[in-house]
């Protein structure tokens, strides 16, 4: 990718980790970690790759990007209202009553997000679904997910592998968010593996392209760009770090956080000084 491009979208993913932390401490708890493992790669889909306009989030020919891991939500509001979707201060109001933000992403509630997810293992079906809709009518839009490591556990996750590589969905992209934590504890250490997630996605006849680091927008364009170009579903397994970029949260790589008020304090000034130092640089 062109330097000052590359440059832009490590900016835009700046902004959106310190735009998600804003939004989690509009609530004062929430999931930073997985939120953060995802910030690099929410910048390059919404600052690059996906076809989609804010003024018409139904268009027909859009791009879909969908959470299935979908307690992220505040990193995909984050993205959303950086692109324009909406003024990104209605964002803080974090699961209070009546707020179009509800932790878990929903797509009744707020503009821009495509699918309902929460309960995990869901959106990747959802998603499979779209993307096999899409292909009936004619659509050649792309449907991309997230899914997250822990989130593979669930039986669900496979049943949605083998319908896509049955029906060919050519135009379904995972991106499998490898940050080897989950709820409790590293996915190893809860339920792993076997041969790992990549091992098992090829299994199902999915292609499979690893991304070393998946907090490096460069190589995550890359691989999304290889991705378009294959036959039949593929996985993009992002090697990322869950609380990536948050030195409170990356150093325990904690699920949920309830940070004290100095806390939270301490890592807005690191978000900030962090964007600052970047657009200096620019
Ligand atoms: C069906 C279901 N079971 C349990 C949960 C509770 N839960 C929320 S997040 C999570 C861990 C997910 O781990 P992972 O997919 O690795 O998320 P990440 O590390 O990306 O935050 C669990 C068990 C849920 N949302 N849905
Ligand atoms: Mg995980």
Known sequence: MEETRSRELKLLAQKIR????????????????????IADALAVLYGEVLNVDPKDPL???RDWCVLSKGH????MYAALGLKGYFPIEEAYTLNDYRSHFPSHTDRSLTRGVDLTTGSLGQGISEAAGAALGNKMQGIKSYVYVFVGDGEADEGQVWEAAQFAAHYKLDHLIALIDENGRQLDGSCDEVMSHGR???AKFDAFGWNVIEVKDGNDVDEICDALLLAKKQEGPSAVILHTVKGKGVTYVEKTGAHSSKPSKEEWAEMLKEA????????GSL
Do not use: F, Q, V
């Open 18 to 37: 310190l735009e998600t932390l804003k939004i989690i401490a509009s609530r004062g708890n929430g999931h930073i970690g997985g939120s953060m493992s």
């Open 59 to 61: 268009k027909k020919d």
């Open 72 to 75: 992220a939500g505040p990193a």
């Open 196 to 198: 790992g997630i990549a």
């Open 272 to 279: 900030k000084e962090k964007l600052a130092a970047m657009e």
